[in-house]
């Protein structure tokens, strides 16, 4: 008798839960086994969705927040119709576009999938309650060994783990111990220390920086905030309902950044003449995402990572309404500065944080004096295999590499991980960001969704050659 191959997703965040999800509606009855590590008690929240703050939200409409490709909307509709939607008045534009808290999604997923995962039962399914810490080969798969001391076998693994902590920018290094200095603002109480006056140093101006912000504000911080970046960027705002994306990038594809820009200026050009939009145009560029990235050599994704990647980044993942609303407001007031400079040198003087900042414009310096540091950086990808103690076991084995972009893991175009001798190693699969480097645009929640889906695929059709 064959017995069921157990399909192990290590990490149940968005990506995880929606690998899962794909694979419970795809695989065919008692075909196999399938079990979620993750700690958190909810499948599908991860870090961006568990956060509790109800200053919090979504950046794109509920309507565009895409789970499975088979049913758009579902989430929007489902939202509305919720207890959640009459509790958030704020959620809900005069345009009918809805902006819920992140949590509210985060639960929205875990109930789909437990849902999915009952109806029917379809395949057996477990959520396990705890941490992978290190994954080994073995003649048959894959053993998996978790904090609590468990070990878990498993044919098949799909790596869906966190994103990794920001690094503490150099300058701060002797000084990153402060009570003070928030080194990571996704852990939990991280600002708990931030007094209501105090006057904060952001280091960066992307989302985090709009989500920090919001926070400290809706928690009565009055202080003046001064928030840097090396070219000072701002997350853009969502003003409108999205129109059909507009613009090919494809046909014929670009082969150098240069070329590339200039094809995307002059289709901006072209779609603003055309009643349409500059970011109709960035959704074209997200949707052909896969083919953009792929037709550039690696040289050339080197310079796009290089030069152009800020600027992709703050019109590619825009801000939701409300957070805008509240940055304005700061700004206005004048007790919120965002300013494109670089922090030179850093000491502790009167258990303030004696800051040296060159402005990147006027080419001067100044001291400032702060007495709270938050670093909003961004996930460091590039110290990703370090800093997970799963792909650490996996990178001393072999079966893993990191990528050529300091991105994440190499992966080839099935999402199976490539090892140190450039093989695919079998039954080994990334999902999510980690997989930028081979798949381009992959941060954004409808990519994630549908590299999710690629994945499970992928596995489906493994578990199927198996039998």
Avoid at 384 to 407: M, Q, Y
Wanted: charged content about 20%; glycine content about 8%.
């Amino acid at each position: 008798m064959t017995v069921a191959p157990n399909i192990a997703i290590i990490g149940g965040g968005f990506t995880g839960a929606v690998v899962a999800l794909n694979l419970l509606r795809r695989l065919p009855p008692e075909s196999a086994k399938l079990t979620v590590i993750e700690p958190r008690a909810l499948l599908g929240a991860g870090l961006a969705y568990s956060t509790l703050d109800p200053a919090h939200r979504v950046n794109v409409p509920a309507a565009r927040l895409l789970v499975l490709a088979e049913e758009p909307g579902a989430f929007d509709d489902w939202f509305k119709a919720s207890e959640a939607a009459a509790s958030d008045p704020e959620a809900l534009l005069p345009d009918g576009r809805a902006y819920p808290q992140r949590a509210v999604f985060g639960a929205y997923v875990d109930g789909l999938l437990r849902q999915t995962a009952g109806a029917g039962r379809r395949i057996p399914f477990e959520h396990i309650r705890s941490l992978a810490v290190s994954v080994d080969r073995t003649d048959r798969g894959f053993r998996i060994a978790l904090e609590d001391g468990v070990l878990v076998d498993a044919d098949i693994v799909v790596l869906a783990v966190s994103h990794p902590p920001p690094a503490v920018p150099k300058p701060f290094g002797a000084v990153s111990r402060h009570s003070k200095f928030v080194s990571n603002p996704w852990q939990p109480d991280a600002m708990a220390e931030i007094g209501g006056d105090d006057h904060v140093l952001i280091i960066g101006t992307a989302l985090t920086t709009a989500d920090v912000i919001a926070s400290l504000k809706s928690s009565g911080h009055t202080g003046r905030i001064c928030a840097i970046s090396r070219r000072g960027l701002v997350s853009r705002l969502r003003k409108m309902q999205q129109t059909s994306s507009y613009g090919d990038f494809v046909s014929p594809p670009h082969r150098t950044v240069v070329a590339l820009l200039r094809a995307v200026r002059a289709t901006i050009i072209q779609a603003e003449a055309n009643g349409s939009s500059w970011g109709a145009v960035m959704d074209a560029l997200r949707v052909q995402g896969l083919e953009v990235w792929s037709a550039l050599p690696v040289a050339e994704k080197k310079r796009f990572l290089r030069h152009v990647r800020p600027f992709w980044d703050a019109h590619r993942y825009q801000m939701a309404p409300q957070a805008a609303a509240i940055i304005e407001a700061a700004r206005a007031a004048g007790n919120l500065s965002i300013c494109a400079a670089r922090v030179q040198s850093v000491s502790l003087e009167r258990e303030q944080f004696k800051v040296t900042l060159k402005s990147r414009y006027a080419r001067v310096q100044a001291e400032e004096y702060f007495d709270a540091v938050v670093n909003c950086t961004g996930p460091c990808h590039a110290s990703v295999v370090e800093t997970n103690a799963v792909l650490r076991s996996l990178s001393a084995a072999g079966l893993i590499c990191p990528d050529a972009f300091g991105l994440g893991l190499h992966t080839d175009l099935s999402a199976r991980a490539v090892s140190q001798s450039l093989e695919p190693s079998a039954g080994l699969f990334v999902a999510g960001p980690l997989a930028r480097g081979t798949f381009g645009e992959l941060m954004g929640l409808p990519q994630v969704s549908q590299h999710a889906a690629l994945v499970a695929q992928e596995v489906a059709k493994l578990v199927s050659d198996q039998k």
